[in-house]
């Protein structure tokens, strides 16, 4: 993945969250989705709920999701339980994005992802192509 597609990818999301949000683990992924340009709606999961309750909630509000939780033991179990409970419950969940920036960048957590979207911004604008993974 070069510079270009990871920004590309990146400005997908934003405007994909201008109608759909994206659920994320904590405030620092949050923070980061942010300073990317993400100005949706962001529900962070960490909120002491059971992953019933927080399902049960989302599922009343929301009828599409963007997963975008941690690529650590945490987060991909996470991902897999709260996408099957929210699918069941009738929610469209989209793990796209996540799948995409976890197997082409080397980082594993969402909150990595300003440093890397500024680096690749950088490099653009700054007329240096280097190739990521």
Do not use: C, H, W
């Not at 009738?90 to 080397?106: H, M, N, P, Q, T």
């Amino acid at each position: 993945m070069n510079d270009d597609r990871f920004l590309s990818l990146v400005d997908s999301l934003i405007e994909k969250n201008e109608y759909v949000p994206v659920i994320v683990e904590g405030i620092r992924d949050e923070r980061s989705l942010r300073l990317i340009g993400l100005n949706g709606v962001i529900i962070i999961y960490n909120r002491g709920e059971t992953l019933n309750e927080f399902s049960d909630r989302i599922s009343r509000m929301y009828s599409e999701v963007i997963i975008l939780f941690d690529n650590d033991r945490r987060g991909r179990y996470l991902t897999k339980s709260v996408k099957g409970l929210l699918e069941s419950r009738g929610v469209k969940v989209d793990i796209a994005y996540r799948e995409l920036i976890f197997s082409l960048l080397e980082i594993k957590g969402i909150e990595e992802l300003f440093t890397f979207y500024e680096e690749s911004l950088d490099r653009k604008i700054n007329g240096k192509r280097r190739r990521v993974q």
